[in-house]
């Protein structure tokens, strides 16, 4: 039993350890920052090495890759890193079919994306979840790739955005 002097201690602190804030923003058993070693020991055996590649995200590498279901919904999960450690985390979808689906879900979670773009054939939604402190994007093209992306709300000097 909690005397009651320090009871209100504990639950101040529960509360304070739950609060959500950018520093401490992640996706799913990632935090941002994080080694590829950290990423793939998190992960229980759903992710392992990546391919290093370089595709439009600066120095960022993609340095592991995995898997992630949800629901009925199927992932290739690239985890992407820069010099600050884990910077993204990137999902495409495996069955485009349903992208549609993946679309209402987030809007169901999110609300009204905060930006839109789109040029031929391809286009971007981007979500804020200040919440979690991510950025939430979807990113879909008309020839069948779909892809969600997490990201820090927060830039690589730690300031907030």
């Not at 992960?43 to 600066?58: F, I, L």
């Not at 200040?130 to 927060?154: A, I, W």
Request: include cysteine; aromatic fraction near 8%; charged fraction near 20%.
């Amino acid at each position: 039993m909690i005397p009651n002097g320090n009871r209100v201690a504990v639950v101040l602190a529960f509360a304070c350890a739950t609060i959500a804030s950018p520093a401490g923003a992640h996706w799913q058993f990632t935090k941002w920052g994080m080694t590829p070693a950290q990423v793939i020991e998190a992960s229980n055996g759903t992710a392992s090495g990546g391919d290093g590649a370089k595709a439009g995200r600066g120095d960022d590498t993609v340095e592991a890759i995995g898997t992630y279901v949800a629901g009925e919904t199927s992932f290739t999960t690239k985890f992407w890193f820069g010099h600050q450690g884990l910077s993204m985390v990137a999902l495409q979808l495996r069955d485009d079919g349903k992208c549609l689906d993946v679309q209402r879900d987030l809007l169901a979670k999110y609300g009204e994306p905060v930006e839109r773009t789109g040029s031929s054939g391809l286009q971007r939604r981007m979500w804020v979840d200040k919440p979690s402190g991510n950025r939430v994007g979807l990113l879909n093209t008309d020839v069948g790739f779909c892809q969600v992306e997490y990201s820090p709300l927060v830039s690589s000097t730690g300031a907030g955005l």
